[in-house]
T-cell receptor, first 112, second 111 residues
Framework: ETGVTQSPTHLIKTRGQQVTLRCSSQSGHNTVSWYQQALGQGPQFIFQYYREEENGRGNFPPRFSGLQFPNYSSELNVNALELDDSALYLC???????????FGQGTRLTVV | GQSLEQPSEVTAVEGAIVQINCTYQTSGFYGLSWYQQHDGGAPTFLSYNALDGLEETGRFSSFLSRSDSYGYLLLQELQMKDSASYFCAAPMNTGFQKLVFGTGTRLLVSP
């Protein structure tokens, strides 16, 4: 089985621009969660998608949005980028009551 | 809301035993997970405690005390490759994929 893969690995954007990050779930997983990890801090939950519907959201503004596709892959979109959006964005997949979340390597976003 | 506090850094030598603590305050609690993250890498799952007590997985053990709102990760026979950041994390509800992470502990293992 393949693991969780994210693209791109690194990205530089200008303040005010929009960005789309992509995640392919591990085979057999129907849940995808996105996290933001600032340097030196723990990941912070952005939102989760289950069967193509948003299934819970953390304390992030509406300019953070997402999609999940029928093959369970997912996108994270961030509009009107701010300097503080610079972080590592992690995608994690899982299924049902499995206690383990499987993380991708992340996308390092730098906003200048 | 939920918050999980950890020491920021722990240092130890190869072959030693180290304990990383996690204290939590939560409005609802379903269990405690531990993740390891090497610099530039993905967090990887180490263990999950749903009930009080000790769970052992090889060189790593994890402990939970619900009455004390406290848990710890115990690493034995430390190796250089164990140098990494360690996070405790609690599921927000019965969906184990929605996690609140602790502040993280950076473990430095020296020869």
């Amino acid at each position: 089985e393949t693991g969780v893969t994210q693209s791109p690995t690194h990205l530089i954007k200008t303040r005010g621009q929009q960005v789309t990050l992509r995640c392919s779930s591990q085979s057999g997983h129907n849940t995808v969660s996105w996290y933001q990890q600032a340097l030196g801090q723990g990941p912070q939950f952005i939102f989760q998608y289950y069967r193509e519907e948003e299934n819970g959201r953390g304390n992030f503004p509406p300019r953070f949005s997402g999609l999940q596709f029928p093959n369970y892959s997912s996108e994270l979109n961030v509009n009107a980028l701010e300097l503080d959006d610079s972080a590592l964005y992690l995608c994690a997949s899982g299924s049902g009551q499995n206690t383990e979340a499987f993380f991708g390597q992340g996308t390092r976003l730098t906003v200048v | 809301g939920q918050s999980l506090e950890q020491p920021s850094e722990v240092t130890a030598v190869e072959g030693a035993i180290v304990q990383i603590n996690c204290t939590y305050q939560t409005s609802g609690f379903y269990g405690l997970s531990w993740y390891q993250q090497h610099d530039g890498g993905a967090p990887t799952f180490l263990s999950y405690n749903a009930l009080d007590g000790l769970e052992e997985t090889g060189r790593f053990s994890s402990f939970l005390s619900r009455s004390d709102s406290y848990g710890y990760l115990l690493l034995q026979e430390l190796q250089m490759k164990d140098s990494a950041s360690y996070f405790c994390a609690a599921p927000m509800n019965t969906g184990f994929q929605k996690l609140v992470f602790g502040t993280g502990t950076r473990l430095l293992v020296s020869p």
